[in-house]
């Protein structure tokens, strides 16, 4: 199964939802849950899990719990 690492600067709260890549395995991406109680967090698994057309599941939030710029481990991509 291979592993991917990817690094994602969050924008929560936004108008909209999207995901851009900025290259080198970088993204950045809008949602628009609040960043309350970890939602602004699954919203990007969920967006995650829809641009790489993972389960969600296969998605793991390895650092950036609290903070904008996250890294995440996606199994099997």
Avoid: C, Y
Avoid at 30 to 44: L, S, Y
Avoid at 48 to 71: D, F, M, N, T, Y
């Amino acid at each position: 199964m291979d592993t991917q690492w990817i690094s994602v600067t969050v924008h929560p709260n936004a108008g909209k939802e999207m995901l851009l890549t900025t290259g080198g395995g970088r993204f950045e991406a809008w949602v628009k849950a609040k960043p309350i109680a970890g939602d602004a967090n699954e919203a990007v698994v969920s967006l995650l899990a829809r641009s790489l057309r993972v389960p969600a599941a296969q998605i793991r939030l390895i650092k950036g719990r609290s903070g904008r710029h996250k890294v995440f481990k996606v199994l099997g991509a």
